[in-house]
């Protein structure tokens, strides 16, 4: 059994656009969202090489509770600690035009002494 412990998880949105244009409004494709952060992702590694991982992370709020679920869907075996604090979610999207990716990562909650 491997433990791994992610003090920052998120959820990685991906999205497609035709062009990455100034000014516009930019047509997006639905966002297909992952589990992520650095411990969260060697646990998915884990699980899909068969392995055993249990992916300990701090989490919370709505987006805490879809981390879990797609945790869940992945069969990947957690322990979350509940900051009350929504998870960070971090925005990718692929402009088709260039076949560049622009990633956007957002800053996670502070920790605090009880979690």
Known sequence: MILTITLNPCIDKSSFI?????????????????????????ARAVKKLGGNALAVFLGGG??????????????????????GIDTRENIMIVDKATNLQYRFGMPGSEIKEPE
Do not use: H, S, W
Not at 22 to 31: A, I, S
């Open 62 to 83: 709505y987006t805490g509770i879809v981390l879990q679920n797609l945790l869940k869907t992945e069969g990947v075996d957690m322990k979350v600690i509940d900051t």
């Open 18 to 42: 035709d062009a990455l244009l100034p000014d516009k409004k930019l047509r997006c494709t639905p966002f297909i969202q992952e589990a992520g952060g650095g411990g969260i992702n060697v």
